[in-house]
């Protein structure tokens, strides 16, 4: 605003050097050496960003909308200035701002239009945005109760249950931003509840399935999967990008491009199936259709979102011309969750060269393990080879910075390699209970993994590595669960082991988790804040 300006620590010498220009220039109100070039904002730090922008420092220059803010140079300025602002609306200010500016459609035209009211409601009332998130949890669960009664009733109840849960869960943010109660533990709650009241709701369904006779926890499994492992992708470009040099491609630009067509934004948002669209799908077909119904449309829905948003990553990969920092080299390691043995590789081991090596190593590694787990017969002694073999290329695949182009790629290749190969040693396994307890034993490991994701986006780096030695690293995790399939080959005894290791990991990072959120003071960032 006219007025006020900041610099970041990165942007603090150009600043210092148009202080140094700015008052060598007096009060002309331009850059020096750009006298043809007008300044609307003749006060000091109008005409200071001025000067960094004429310098190539980029100045970003937040929109007020309905919010007023100016320097009256006189009287009548000064009155000008006074009946503005007294002409705005503050209420209704509050109640847009509490809407986010950029959501998907569903939740835009649907959601919006009232669950800002409900939040004023709510403000109005004392109550705060955690007591609401954890209103939208229990709300989910009794869904997910719902649900699991596997009658027509239930079903019905269990798809409204869920929408009211999402407006709770959209209310909460409104909540905070309407009044203004912003804190670590609420956007920790807030992210970490989404995937909860997800895979309680998944649960929910396959348990009311399996009471009518149909067995869907292979389906449920893979959903879940499929969904972790789009936000691992998200999350794995962003971190690989957000910070490059030269960060811009023809792709890009396109986007952007289309970005000014108003129907194609909307398009493009649906597209990817965001979290709005998604549990209005689930919630209508839950009611009208089958549980299989609801998990084939996920899986399609799903991975069409899947293809479209990483066929468009690697384009803007291949085409951008960026320079990867060491930070973000360094996040795409912490991501990658490499456990003690592929630690171990990546500095004993040898150090493969080319930009494409890793990225390259990871898929292989990631193939040959799926592979292998659906080619040999369950329990087969080869099958640990396989998972050998794949820990030693995932250390192989980090073992230099993760820099190049598509290196973003290696820590969705080692998720899906690790859930894939549970999902399947417990499918192929035929034995009862398993997929249930394989089911719980991805779900603690997912939460690990989007857990070191809010922690690296908050700035306060990955989970402590006696952390990820003691659950294994996802190739320690990979090798026992390959390890239980051959001893317990076609035995109760697996389904056991399945739910011990289960609870441990989810014992251990459940542990961990919070005595750090509640603990450290770190921001906490919800991992669907950008729609598209």
């Not at 794995?236 to 040099?245: K, L």
């Not at 991805?442 to 306060?460: E, L, M, N, Q």
């Amino acid at each position: 605003m006219p007025g006020a300006l900041t610099a970041q620590p990165e942007a603090r010498p150009a600043l210092a050097s148009a202080l140094d220009t700015t008052a060598e220039t007096g009060g002309a109100g331009v850059p020096a050496g750009s006298a043809a070039v007008p300044v609307a904002d003749r006060t000091l730090p109008g005409r200071l960003a001025a000067t960094m922008d004429a310098g190539g420092t980029a100045v970003q220059r937040p929109e007020l909308g309905s919010l007023v803010a100016a320097v009256p140079a006189d009287e009548p300025e000064r009155a000008a200035a006074h009946g503005a602002r007294d002409a705005v609306d503050d209420e209704a200010v509050r109640l847009r701002s509490a809407v986010k500016a950029h959501d998907g459609f569903f939740t835009t035209f649907f959601i919006s239009p009232y669950s800002r009211y409900i939040a004023r409601w709510c403000a109005r009332r004392g109550l705060t945005p955690n007591q609401v998130t954890t209103a939208s949890l229990l709300t989910a669960l009794i869904a997910a109760g719902s649900a699991a009664t596997g009658t027509r009733g239930g079903y019905i109840a269990a798809g409204l249950l869920l929408l009211f849960s999402f407006v709770l869960d959209c209310t909460d943010g409104q909540l905070a931003r309407y009044s203004l109660q912003y804190s670590t533990m609420g956007a920790w709650l807030d992210a970490t509840f989404d995937r909860a009241k997800e895979y309680a709701y998944y649960a929910g369904l396959a348990l009311g399935a399996a009471r009518g006779g149909d067995d869907v926890w292979a389906l449920a499994l893979g959903a879940m999967m499929l969904q972790a492992c789009r936000h691992v992708i998200d999350f794995s470009f962003n971190e690989a990008n957000h910070d490059a040099v030269a960060n811009s491609s023809p792709t890009a630009a396109l986007s952007d491009r289309l970005d000014s067509v108003g129907w194609t934004v909307w398009l493009r948002r649906m597209i990817v199936l965001p979290i709005g669209e998604r549990w209005a799908m689930i919630a209508v077909l839950t009611a009208v259709t089958t549980p299989r119904t609801v998990f084939y449309a996920l899986l399609i829905g799903c991975a069409f979102a899947a293809c479209y948003t990483t066929a468009g990553r690697l384009l803007r990969s291949l085409t951008r011309k960026a320079e990867r920092t060491d930070r973000a080299a360094r996040a795409l390691a912490e991501l990658a969750d490499s456990g003690p043995i592929a630690q171990f590789v990546s500095v004993v081991g040898p150090r493969l060269g080319g930009s494409w090596s890793a990225p390259a190593t990871a898929l292989l590694a990631g193939v040959l393990m799926i592979a292998s787990a659906l080619s040999q017969p369950f329990g087969s002694w080869h099958t640990i080879l396989a998972a050998v073999v794949y820990a030693m290329l995932s250390g192989m695949a980090v073992s230099r910075p993760l820099k190049g182009a598509l290196d973003w790629l290696v820590p969705p290749a080692f998720r899906a390699a690790e859930y894939c190969t549970v999902l399947v040693l417990a499918a192929r396994s035929d034995v009862q209970g398993a997929l249930p307890a394989a089911f719980g034993l991805v779900s603690a490991v997912a939460y690990h993994h989007y857990d070191t994701v809010y922690r690296i986006r908050g700035g306060t780096g990955a989970p402590p590595q006696w952390l990820v030695r003691t659950i294994g690293g996802h190739e320690g995790r990979t090798l026992v669960v390959a390890v239980l399939a051959a001893v317990f080959t076609r035995h109760a005894a697996f389904t056991v082991a399945l739910t011990t290791v289960a609870v441990a990991v989810a014992l251990v990072v459940l542990v961990e988790s919070i005595r750090f959120w509640v603990s450290s003071g770190a921001p906490a960032v919800h991992d669907e804040g950008e729609t598209a």
